[in-house]
């Protein structure tokens, strides 16, 4: 899908041709699209590296100026998946005369910027639009991350009593969501730093400011991923034991109790074999016995609880 945007006076509106100073949007373009771009004096590899989502964070610049940015983006894909958060890649390519944006998906930054309602938006400034879709990425991780975090301060909540491994195998789905996170951070880190040490577009004060914030979004992005990941990652081998514990003090319980509830089975059983009950003379002898078995099964049982087996 191909959208074109500019900017005007009543903000940011859609229009229907490729026009200077326009913001082209591609979202799974098809090879058509791609070719309609493309006639525009772009290299086709620069529509195309982004839709790959392999692709790694960089920058490529033409000697006609035409520069290509890739960063990756956090998404969501809902909470029945094997990894609920993973990392996509988001191009740029800057001309001079419009900006294009290239994913394969649809994503809610994007989205965002296109619904108009990120202030300050202009589309003729590209560059200064590309550092403020760079600093929303860094805030989504960072929203991201705190969604993670109470999802698993939930998990935990279940985990301390379980005794199956579906709570553990919960928290590894978020973990491989971290794995995401910190590769795509780091990688971009040097992106940003690249752009900031090799001044690839020519950015005003303002920009540099802007994209020396962006620098530091990522990098508290970053060291709160770690942070995450590393407790995850402890949290995770403390409950395997936790769970393993569990089960342990079950079949110790079970154990006990079977050894307590064999105890009249062995004593009825013994004189159920033509022995003499004691005391055979009374009628109430067979109470005898069910008294001995039960008074050795308290026993028994207290001999247990004094032990904390059960």
């Given at each position: 899908?191909?959208?074109?945007?500019?900017?005007?006076?009543?903000?940011l509106?859609?229009?229907?041709?490729?026009?200077?100073?326009?913001w082209?949007?591609?979202?799974d373009?098809?090879?058509?699209?791609?070719?309609q771009?493309?006639?525009?004096?772009?290299?086709q590899d620069?529509?195309?590296?982004?839709?790959?989502?392999?692709?790694?964070p960089?920058?490529?610049?033409?000697?006609d100026?035409?520069?290509?940015i890739?960063?990756?983006v956090?998404?969501?894909?809902?909470?029945?998946?094997?990894?609920?958060?993973?990392?996509?890649?988001?191009?740029?390519?800057?001309?001079?005369?419009?900006?294009?944006?290239?994913?394969r998906h649809?994503h809610e930054?994007?989205?965002?910027?296109?619904?108009?309602?990120?202030?300050?938006?202009?589309?003729?400034?590209?560059?200064?639009?590309?550092?403020?879709v760079?600093?929303?990425?860094?805030?989504?991780?960072l929203?991201y991350?705190?969604?993670?975090?109470?999802?698993?301060?939930?998990?935990?909540?279940?985990?301390?009593?379980?005794?199956?491994?579906?709570?553990?195998?919960?928290?590894?789905?978020?973990?491989?969501?971290l794995?995401y996170?910190?590769?795509?951070?780091k990688?971009?880190?040097?992106?940003?730093?690249?752009?900031h040490r090799?001044?690839?577009?020519?950015m005003?004060?303002?920009?540099e400011?802007?994209?020396?914030?962006?620098?530091?979004?990522?990098?508290?992005?970053?060291e709160m991923?770690?942070?995450?990941?590393?407790?995850?990652?402890?949290?995770?081998?403390?409950?395997?034991?936790?769970?393993?514990?569990?089960?342990?003090v079950?079949m110790k319980?079970?154990a006990?109790?079977?050894i307590?509830?064999?105890?009249?089975?062995?004593?009825t059983?013994?004189?159920?074999?033509?022995?003499?009950?004691p005391?055979?003379?009374?009628?109430?002898?067979?109470?005898?016995?069910?008294?001995?078995?039960?008074?050795?099964?308290?026993l028994?049982?207290?001999?247990?609880m004094?032990?904390?087996?059960?």
């Amino acid at each position: 899908m191909i959208t074109i945007y500019k900017s005007t006076e009543k903000g940011l509106e859609l229009i229907p041709e490729f026009i200077d100073g326009c913001w082209i949007n591609l979202v799974d373009p098809t090879p058509q699209e791609i070719a309609q771009v493309t006639d525009l004096g772009i290299p086709q590899d620069f529509l195309t590296y982004p839709l790959d989502v392999d692709e790694r964070p960089r920058t490529e610049r033409e000697d006609d100026g035409k520069i290509l940015i890739v960063i990756k983006v956090p998404k969501y894909l809902g909470p029945a998946v094997d990894v609920p958060y993973v990392t996509i890649p988001l191009g740029f390519v800057i001309t001079d005369k419009v900006l294009v944006t290239v994913c394969r998906h649809s994503h809610e930054i994007i989205e965002e910027f296109a619904s108009g309602r990120a202030r300050g938006l202009s589309t003729g400034k590209r560059n200064r639009f590309i550092l403020k879709v760079m600093i929303a990425t860094a805030n989504k991780y960072l929203a991201y991350l705190r969604d993670i975090n109470r999802t698993v301060d939930l998990l935990e909540d279940k985990t301390q009593s379980a005794m199956r491994n579906k709570e553990v195998l919960d928290l590894l789905k978020f973990q491989k969501s971290l794995v995401y996170f910190t590769t795509a951070l780091k990688s971009n880190e040097l992106v940003f730093e690249r752009l900031h040490r090799a001044q690839l577009f020519k950015m005003y004060p303002d920009d540099e400011d802007l994209l020396e914030d962006v620098i530091t979004e990522n990098q508290q992005a970053i060291e709160m991923v770690n942070i995450s990941n590393n407790i995850l990652s402890s949290m995770m081998d403390a409950f395997a034991s936790i769970i393993s514990n569990n089960l342990n003090v079950v079949m110790k319980f079970l154990a006990s109790v079977t050894i307590v509830m064999s105890i009249p089975t062995i004593i009825t059983s013994f004189f159920g074999m033509n022995v003499n009950l004691p005391f055979s003379n009374l009628n109430y002898s067979y109470l005898i016995v069910i008294a001995i078995s039960v008074g050795l099964g308290a026993l028994v049982t207290l001999i247990f609880m004094k032990r904390d087996w059960f």
